[in-house]
């Protein structure tokens, strides 16, 4: 090409076209961005429309970088000397096109949770919370493989001969990594067998606290020192596992010992009054309550006191706890009774020894 055939009227009149057309572009996104999408996304939360609010946020960028490449796509039809048909530059443009798609499938995928709960409620669905974490990151899994397939496809790229070479190495991948694999198949066995949920309060060999979030990898737990403990899956899944939260009712145990002056009529008196305070309190749960004369303690007469509390909130166990401590202080004033008091006694013997010093013998 000659510099008076590039300096010519008609082509810089096409390159001046293709260059208008893709600012052109480039001037739509911008208004389409600044006005047009915050009109719409105003309009539709207004409306009450949270799934296609969700839907038309997750294809914002996408659409903003449709705009770029329509402009480069129409304006190289105008621009001399370069074939759009080319079949490089189409299969480009097409592979832009999925990654586009596929981008916005990927920023809608995190509003799974969102989408999960509208399932549960349209279609009657049981998705688990515990569940959700797994589902999403397998959504994004198979969007950004179904993605690159399509891209490789594009350029006529083997794609069924790379899954198959991904099998062959799957067995050399799974030895290397046979820690990542056995806290993965932990974590099945956790979604599955469902021993917690997340917010759960649980009790492990190793660590106790409320079930923050569930991994492919590892569970977080939040200690009540508020310390965040991560434990792998394939750990926890062998541990015996405490879940308080679990509990229909809370058990308080306790032995107090009143002297051995306390006469058998006042004993007999003090259980009873101790029972039928148990009976009347609201908080506790009526099946399952015993107080007893359990046995001679080495101070005293130990009485048993065993019960459930309705609640199971710890705060509030502790509450009725104290009730019926105090209760019980004023069950025995009443009835004159004291508890009995640790002692020990401690006997000497003093003997002197063949020279007529003392020497000081401890009886044991």
Known sequence: MSWKLFFSYEFMNDVGISVGIFVLFLLFR???????????????????HPFFSHMFSSFEKPIQWLFILLGIYISAWYFPYFNHSN???????????????GWGLFNLS???KFLFTKLNKRFNFEIDE????FLSKVLRFIIVVVTFSGIAEQFNYNVVGLVGGLGLGGLAIALAAKDAVGNLFGGVIIITEKPF????WILTPTVEG???????????????????????????????ITNWSKMGKRRFVSTISVTYETPKEKLEGVIK??????KTHSGIHQDTIVTKFDKY?????DIYIYFFTETTAWLEFLKIKEEINYNIMDILTNEGVSLAIPNRKLYVDSKSDVNGKVRWEFLK
């Open 30 to 48: 911008k208004l389409f961005a600044k006005y047009v999408i915050a009109l719409i996304l105003k309009w539709l939360r207004k409306e009450n």
């Open 87 to 101: 079949v490089l530059f189409v299969k480009l443009v097409k592979s832009a096109i999925i990654f586009l798609v």
């Open 110 to 112: 995190s509003s799974s």
């Open 130 to 133: 515990i569940l959700i974490p």
């Open 197 to 200: 949920t997340i917010g759960d």
């Open 210 to 240: 409320t079930v923050e979030t569930i991994t492919f990898r590892s569970t977080r737990i939040r200690t009540f020192a508020q310390a965040l403990v991560t434990v792998p899956n394939a750990k926890l899944a062998n541990e015996a």
């Open 273 to 278: 009054k101790i029972e039928d305070m148990l």
């Open 297 to 301: 303690g080495v101070d005293g007469l």
